[in-house]
């Protein structure tokens, strides 16, 4: 398994946990002029911009690699999509969804507000 079919492997087992608890998934691999968003869901009065991050290591050395540089990526594509389908009056954030892989066990880890 390549890296990308790993990262969407990733993608989906998060997309399944965000379902089991709730939350309504609007997009996912959407992509702007300023970079692509792994996946958009609402949060109450909150459109959410996740990173989905895979790891078979620590869940921080994967949370650290969402460098401040990739979360302005983030924030550039959010705003434009929320200007661009008119959403641009809810509150937003971007949260991680870090998932470790241990032997065929995967968890979720699901980090708000970063």
Known sequence: MNK??????????????????????????????????????????FVVFAEVKGTFYDKFKAYENINEKKRLKILRSGLYYLKNNKLNFYNFRIDAIVITMEGNYFNVHHLTNI
């Open 4 to 45: 990308k079919e790993k990262g969407k492997n990733f993608e989906e087992i998060a997309i399944n946990y965000l379902i089991q608890n709730g939350y309504e998934i609007i997009g996912k691999n959407i992509y702007t002029p300023y970079g692509e968003i792994d996946i958009i869901f609402f949060d109450n009065d």
